[in-house]
Structure formats: structure tokens, C-alpha cells
Nanobody, 119 residues
Framework: EVQLVESGGGLVQPGGSLRLSCAASGFIFGSYDMSWVRQAPGKGPEWVSTINSGGKWIYYTDSVKGRFTISRDNAKNTLYLQMNSLKPEDTAVYYC????????????WGQGTQVTVSS
């Protein structure tokens, strides 16, 4: 059974940092492109970042470039998202998903972790 379990969310002040993790199981993690997707209250899902299966190719949505860093450890079957200089508009539920910036919509998603940026 495919499982993706996110962790690391929480409440942080503007300008703060969080590191999200996504533990994967039930599939060959190292063979899949992986993405982070977020959904803010009252809005649809927004693609945030993708890392290819080998970790060489990385892409970000413009609003997080220079602030967020995606990475993966295929030996540990884990995906990460380091988020720095957080802004209130980053508040959302963050999901990890299989697939790239287009195919994630049909991929497998975790249950999500809440990130709230507020003073």
C-alpha cells in the first residue's frame, strides 16, 4: 500500500522557518518524481515544487523561489521542504505527492500538514 506521511508543520511567525518531511512507503520512492503542493483556506491546490527521481532537476513556483528548498533522501525514502523567510501568504496545508508539476494531480498524496504563518 502506497503511503505518504507528512510532518513538520506548525505555527511560525513571519520570517521564521520550518522543515517539512514526507516519509514514503509502499512503492519504489527513488523511481518517482516528487512534488510539494499546498492548499490555502478557500482556495484550490497550488503546486509548490518538484524534484526529479534522482534529485538533479528541481523546480519551484515563482512565489517561493529563493525561500524554499526541496530535497530528497532516496536511501531513507524521504522528501523534504525547507521553508525560510515564511510569509502569512504561505499559510496552507502542505501535501507531498508523487509526480511532477502537472502529473501530481493524478498522483498519490499524503494527508497533509498544516503550516500557519502568523504573528
Amino acid at each position: 500500500e502506497v503511503q505518504l506521511v507528512e510532518s513538520g508543520g506548525g505555527l511560525v511567525q513571519p520570517g521564521g522557518s520550518l522543515r517539512l518531511s514526507c516519509a514514503a512507503s509502499g512503492f519504489i520512492f527513488g523511481s518517482y518524481d516528487m512534488s510539494w503542493v499546498r492548499q490555502a483556506p478557500g482556495k484550490g491546490p497550488e503546486w509548490v515544487s518538484t524534484i526529479n527521481s534522482g534529485g538533479k532537476w528541481i523546480y519551484y513556483t515563482d512565489s517561493v523561489k529563493g525561500r524554499f528548498t526541496i530535497s530528497r533522501d532516496n536511501a531513507k525514502n524521504t522528501l523534504y521542504l525547507q521553508m525560510n523567510s515564511l510569509k502569512p501568504e504561505d499559510t496552507a496545508v502542505y501535501y507531498c505527492a508523487t509526480g511532477d508539476s502537472r502529473s501530481y494531480v493524478k498522483g498519490r498524496w499524503g494527508q497533509g500538514t498544516q503550516v500557519t504563518v502568523s504573528s
